[in-house]
């Protein structure tokens, strides 16, 4: 497997981003994701937001994206984001990119002061970097998850101590509070 580089997303990029949320999730799907993602990007309600691409023998082969969301309920909300879309071109699934890449942006997060993380994603692939069920903590999506797929809204802590004193509902950026981006 070729070597790889991660690097902050730029202006520039978002044809870049595009073409790998296409490959990665096919054309139907892949445009709806590739849309939301360049438009998260510029979006104002998502800042601060944390944009990585992974690039390998000068081609992007994944992209994260983690936008701003806040918490209504808690008297001192948390700084929070979630991690909404991951892609990986199919070429390099499961060979560590999107892992690289959502460890790289919890990263970054941690330093620059982000609590609390979310993802609507595969319940089996994020508690690998320690992301649980939201509900469990009296975490509620925008809007409501099927209960078949409870398991799939998750949040993570990087801040210990902050998860007991934050539960809420959880407010996205405009361009993500929309219902369709909530059936997973």
């Given amino acids: 497997?070729?070597?790889?580089?991660i690097r902050n997303t730029t202006e520039a990029d978002d044809q870049r981003i595009r073409q790998v949320h296409e490959a990665a999730f096919g054309p139907g799907a892949g445009r709806t994701i590739a849309d939301l993602a360049v438009a998260l990007l510029h979006d104002a309600t998502a800042s601060p937001l944390i944009s990585l691409l992974a690039w390998a023998e000068s081609e992007p082969v994944g992209h994260v994206?983690?936008?701003?969301?806040?918490?209504?309920?808690?008297?001192?909300?948390p700084?929070?984001?979630?991690?909404?879309?991951?892609?990986?071109?199919?070429?390099?699934?499961?060979?560590?990119?999107?892992?690289?890449?959502v460890r790289r942006g919890l990263t970054v997060l941690a330093e620059a002061g982000c609590e609390i993380v979310f993802?609507?994603?595969?319940p089996e692939y994020y508690p690998r970097f320690g992301f649980q069920p939201a509900d469990r903590y009296g975490f509620y999506a925008p809007y409501p998850i099927p209960?078949?797929?409870?398991?799939?809204?998750?949040?993570?802590?990087?801040?210990?101590?902050?998860?007991?004193?934050?539960?809420?509902k959880v407010q996205c950026a405009d361009v993500l509070n929309a219902p369709e981006h909530w059936r997973e």
């Fill in 65 to 77: 994206l983690f936008t701003h969301v806040s918490i209504s309920g808690p008297e001192e909300p």
């Fill in 147 to 168: 209960e078949k797929n409870a398991n799939a809204w998750m949040v993570l802590e990087l801040r210990p101590g902050v998860i007991e004193k934050s539960a809420g």
């Fill in 79 to 101: 700084v929070a984001h979630i991690l909404a879309p991951l892609a990986v071109v199919p070429g390099r699934q499961r060979h560590g990119t999107g892992v690289q890449l």
């Fill in 119 to 122: 993802v609507l994603g595969h």
């Fill in 1 to 5: 497997m070729a070597k790889m580089n």
